[in-house]
Nanobody
Framework: QVQLMESGGGSVQTGGSLKLSCVFS????????MAWFRQAPGKEREGVAG???????AYADSVKDRFTISKDKYKNILYLQMNSLRPEDTAMYYC???????????????????WGQGTQVTVSS
């Protein structure tokens, strides 16, 4: 069973940075696709960034050039480096995963079978 656990959330001021981590375990396939999602109060969950097992990445327009998704080369840890944070980035952030190859790096939550519990990010003005 694939398990995901996020950490690294917190409270920062506008313009600050945070780095989220997602430790994952229980998968055995060479190919996988992982992503970060977020959900603000009263809003739908939205995809933020995706990472395919071959290193390809994808970003939502709202975070492009500010956020960077990456994976530790040796450990099962997915990261989300968030720079130039804005109040509208305030949300619960979730790590998600699916096994197997995907041709297109889409950020729809229905694509992902496995989810973490989330970590809260709060950006104050």
């Amino acid at each position: 069973q694939v398990q995901l656990m996020e950490s690294g959330g917190g409270s920062v001021q506008t313009g600050g940075s945070l780095k989220l981590s997602c430790v994952f375990s229980g998968y055995s396939e060479k190919n996988y696709y992982m992503a970060w999602f977020r959900q603000a109060p009263g809003k739908e969950r939205e995809g933020v960034a995706g990472f395919r097992s071959n290193g390809a990445t994808a970003y939502a327009d709202s975070v492009k050039d500010r956020f960077t998704i990456s994976k530790d080369k040796y450990k099962n840890i997915l990261y989300l480096q968030m720079n130039s944070l804005r109040p509208e980035d305030t949300a619960m952030y979730y790590c998600a995963a699916r096994m197997g190859w995907v041709n297109h790096l889409l950020l729809g939550e229905g694509l992902f079978a496995y989810w973490g519990q989330g970590t809260q990010v709060t950006v104050s003005s």
